[in-house]
């Protein structure tokens, strides 16, 4: 089984419940994990979960850590090379794990994955993809974050890499991918969609044309392209109003003795239907277009988030998905984006020059 | 009361249901309204809805009609000027009518108002906002489409057009006006965010700052401005997902008896979250900036939501609302945009050079 190194220290609840979820998935799937963090905090939190280090559970030292909410991720992860994430993602580089998690902020995440682990050549810009899975319809939404602003032929990288991942991850055969747009005939959109458009149409993918907000939901279409800001807005949204909604509805299933003796009848559904619309289920998002699997999993997740990320990082440097994406790449020119390098949701725009 | 102009011929139920919700507002809450379309049907279904044209409810003739999937409804509006919602707009114009309502092509009903009516002096892009109806904290949205593609400046016009909405529409005292982005601090974000967030904070309104996809169905915002092209993908993704999990717990509630024995308890809650968070009760969205109330309904209108859209024009053209978006921008430079004219998520872009 693939190797995976879990920066243990990125996390709202980091390090206990992400050690918690290396130790699950070491322990219930066998996959080897490499627990990279604070020595002596790792070890106390093995010993809490009743274990501890030992082949397939190893211990690896940061002496830093980059913080949720620092303001400059990408800037600390350049200057901080000692820490946790960054470490995590260079022992991807150096061969001694075959895919890297982390929980932190995502933009140190992002950062540290294209400096130390490095872009594949020809893909110009990394994406990160979110399935977002609504049951019967799972869609996959590339780019979710990892750029804030677009050029038309990264759209078209993004339509590449979303289509390789829903081939892989949901077993489609050709996955129908779509343009996110405000309106369905070729002409509608912004500058950027409109550009974009012809791309995708001459890209050899199962270009279905553009898609709006309201066909995600659906089985219209498999993959969402979309530039990193309308996606990340897309998929808070997403996030929001499903918290939002099941606030409202555990208002009205206990808004009377009868409601609430009607709601332990449906509970058990909408219980199902939250767990399987919940991010923690599926191990986060990816990281597509660096060289190695890199999994980003929500700040919020606990031990369970973090055993389904370890499990889906595992099963992708399995799968022998990054090779894939290199050899379809390979023909592409491979020059350095001299625009703008890749650019996180937290400001990761300064990446230019590095590699 | 205000007099209301309406489309009857545009929608995907016109002119049976746009006559018919007419007639109630007429009949109901006592509004004039000019039903503008082709006279024979129109007092055809004036008939079927057990009256006929009198005082207050009179028919203009409109030998036209710009359809629903019109390719290019802005050229269509510049070269067919006897459509009905040309003529429905005009009459604004001509101080007949004091709104005007339109369920047909939001492009065509745009460029419309732009034309006929003509922006106000002073701001450079209309925008349309809409209501999103989230119980103990609405939420207007601005822009949800008029524009494809915007400058930073636009969005600063979008957030005084927002916050004089929310005040007017809300009843708010100083509605705190949030800038849709993908990270809270102000340094994150797209090109365009980046560089409209110190103009928002020197505007003189309640600026909060970023705010995120998550944070608009919360009580964190009032206004939250965004170009048209984020709005109209938030927006539909809302009204996509929201039917989505109707869809979905109808499933839970017709599962089994038992599940369909405590779904009659709970149901009339739920009917009621999902009329409140329906578009139909609220009237539509509403496009501001030009010279007249202009309410843009739901394409797939019943009589009921042409009823709530008529009600909202008519308060608003009652509550003097376009004359202080005039005052509030008369000091500002009313010079034609020549980058580019309002852009309809119909592609409007052609409109330069008009009004």
Redesign the interface.
């Known amino acids: 089984l693939a190797r995976v190194a879990v920066d243990v220290m990125g996390g709202d609840y980091a390090p206990s419940e992400v050690v918690a979820g290396c130790v699950q998935a070491h322990q219930g799937l066998g996959i080897p994990v490499l627990l990279v963090g604070d020595e002596s905090r790792v070890h106390e939190e093995l010993g809490k979960a009743g274990t501890s280090a030992r082949e397939g559970l190893e211990v690896v030292h940061a002496d830093d850590v980059i913080a949720m909410d620092e ?2 991720p990408a800037r600390a992860v350049r200057s901080r090379r000692t820490s946790s994430v960054s470490i995590a993602s260079r022992l991807v580089k150096e061969g001694r794990a075959d895919a890297v998690v982390s929980a932190g902020s995502t933009g140190a995440a992002l950062a540290a994955a294209v400096l130390e682990i490095g872009r594949i050549r020809g893909v110009q810009r990394p994406a990160i993809t979110t399935l977002l899975p ?2 019967g319809s799972p869609t996959v939404l590339i780019d979710a ?1 990892a750029s ?2 677009s050029r038309p032929e990264h759209l078209e990288t993004f339509g590449v890499l979303g289509s390789m991942f829903a081939e892989s991850y949901l077993g489609l055969d050709k996955p129908r991918v779509g343009l ?4 369905e ?1 070729p ?5 950027l ?1 409109k550009e974009a458009f012809p791309l995708l149409e001459r890209s050899g993918l199962l270009f279905i044309g553009n898609v ?7 089985d219209r279409v498999d993959v969402v392209v ?5 996606g ?14 099941m606030g ?2 555990l ?3 206990t ?1 009377s003795d ?2 609430k ?6 509970m058990p ?2 219980l199902e ?1 939250r767990e399987t619309l919940s991010p923690e289920a599926h191990g986060g998002a990816q990281l597509l277009g660096v060289g190695g699997v890199c999994i980003i999993a929500h700040g919020s997740s606990n031990a369970r988030a973090v055993h389904a990320a370890v499990r889906v990082a595992s099963q992708t440097a399995d799968s022998g998905f990054v090779g894939r994406v290199a050899e379809r790449f390979s023909g592409r020119p491979g020059g350095r984006d001299d625009r703008g390098g890749p650019q996180g ?3 990761l725009g300064t990446t230019k020059g590095q590699e």
Chains 1, 2 share one sequence.
Do not use: M, W
Not at 212 to 218: N, V
Not at 238 to 243: C, I, K, P, T, Y
């Open positions: 303001a400059d609504f049951p974050g804030s602003d996110l747009s405000i309106g005939e002409g509608k959109g912004n500058e969609v709006e907000g309201r066909d995600i939901p659906t979309c530039d990193g800001f309308t990340n807005v897309a998929l808070k949204l997403l996030e929001g109003f499903a918290s939002y909604l409202e509805l208002k009205i299933f808004s009868e409601a003796q009607a709601a332990t009848v449906v559904g909408l239907l949701r937290a400001g």
